[in-house]
């Protein structure tokens, strides 16, 4: 068929041969130019063989304009894209065209000249509709390439995201009354925040929080390079023991200059905080790099910053980081967060979400209570703000508590929310 002809379509109450003829003496009103060639099909072959629909533009010319014949092949005119007039014996052939794309509805009685250029007009445009068409049909194609692309990316995000929650302690070691509660909250699959707790050996515990700046998975990869990277013991000289614990601030030095080396240039820095607690005389050993300070909140209701000195890690090679000795008691509990608490709770009457110590208000909260049941209120405190469900940075908070009576030691799951 050719693709510039002028598809007549005609339905089985009608004769072809007389459709045609009709059809040509319309034709000749074609107002400039040659007037394209004209093929007649009736309806039930198109219906049939939708790919004779290769013509520029259709003519419908049917009896009934409610029969099924017809919308079966206004549906593969629609499919096709092809533009098309309707010419009806009965006066519904109208109201069928409002509903139908493409589709032009040419009312009873008009002339054939008016006809003639309904026609010509719907033919003119065929090579703008296919040109259009092509584009669309492109467009698709890209889609799907797109949507599989996107898929593809979803995956690997989910086994990211799976990867790194591995690298999390699967437990947290409870001893002598001291134990541990965390939320871990990345803001999108993956989180530029990770911590760790784990026993150093018979008396301490080392617990770890750090937050690589920045979001998404090249913070989330810098993440699990500083967890397996910090060195928290070494050989000991004396060779009665098989190794000496490195001081908080020492630690941070060794990790500070490890990301300097490696970063060959390009700066890639972190925050964080690391601390050890003697678990007999309940002394904490406390640095930080850059980090929130860590907040104590004592069991007689003070609350004390701890703010020992030190930079960010991975910009200058030669930072110092001081290690401060804290005494606890039975009661107290020492949070370590990260920063990203700082635009979690809005302050009132705030339309935008900006930085603010209102996280300092809501922390008080976890000074009452059973551990577990406190961070789960807060949780539930965060879930209750405004924008909750687009959370703006990775939340990270870790609380150290230490029970009235001293307990027994076990370890417990990790559950980070």
């Not at 492109?138 to 990316?153: F, P, T």
């Not at 810098?222 to 908080?248: C, F, G, H, N, V």
């Not at 608490?341 to 909260?365: C, D, L, S, V, W």
């Not at 209570?369 to 908070?397: M, W, Y």
């Amino acid at each position: 068929m050719q693709s510039n002809a002028l598809l007549l379509i005609v339905d089985s109450d009608k004769a072809l041969d007389e459709a045609a003829a009709e059809a040509t003496r319309v034709l000749e009103h074609w107002p400039t130019g040659e007037r394209p060639p004209l093929i007649a099909e009736y309806a039930a072959a198109i219906i049939a063989n939708p790919a004779k629909l290769r013509g520029a533009a259709a003519w419908l010319m049917f009896r009934d304009a409610r029969g099924i014949e017809l919308f079966e092949v206004m549906g593969r005119i629609e499919d096709r894209r092809v533009p098309a007039m309707l010419s009806c014996d009965d006066d519904a052939g109208e109201d069928v065209a409002i509903h139908q794309e493409g589709v032009v509805a040419c009312p009873s009685g008009v002339d054939r000249a008016t006809q003639c250029v309904m026609l010509q007009t719907l033919w003119s445009q065929s090579a703008v509709m296919k040109a259009l068409q092509a584009e669309v049909d492109m467009l698709n194609a890209h889609r799907g390439g797109l949507a599989d692309r996107i898929s593809q990316i979803d995956e690997e995000l989910r086994l990211a995201a799976q990867l790194q929650r591995e690298f999390l302690p699967t437990t947290l070691p409870r001893v002598n009354g001291i134990h541990f509660e965390v939320m871990w909250r990345p803001a999108g699959y993956v989180s530029g925040d990770i911590y760790d707790v784990a026993r150093l050996d018979e008396r301490h515990i080392g617990f770890f929080v750090a937050d690589a700046v920045g979001h998404g998975v090249p913070a989330a990869l810098m993440t699990m390079y500083i967890k397996r990277a910090l060195r928290t013991k070494r050989p000991s000289p004396d060779a009665s023991d098989r190794y000496q614990l490195y001081e908080p601030g020492e630690a941070l030095e060794r990790l500070n200059r490890d990301m300097v080396e490696r970063q060959a240039g390009k700066v890639r820095f972190a925050t964080a905080c690391y601390g050890i607690v003697d678990t007999r005389d309940l002394t904490v050993q406390i640095a930080r790099a850059g980090h929130p300070f860590p907040m104590l909140l004592r069991a007689d209701g003070e609350t004390q910053m701890l703010e020992p000195e030190g930079g960010l890690l991975g910009v200058f090679p030669n930072e110092v980081f001081h290690t401060d000795i804290v005494q606890l008691h039975r009661g107290d509990r020492l949070l370590i967060y990260s920063d990203g608490f700082e635009m979690a709770f809005p302050e009132t009457g705030e339309e935008k979400r900006i930085a603010n110590e209102q996280y300092a208000t809501e922390f008080e909260a976890l000074r009452e209570g059973e551990l577990h049941e406190a961070l789960t209120k807060l949780e539930q405190r965060v879930d209750l703000q405004a924008g909750s469900l687009n959370q703006r940075d990775d939340l990270t908070v870790m609380c150290m508590g230490i029970d009235v009576e001293a307990g027994e030691e076990t370890d417990v799951v990790a559950e980070a929310a």
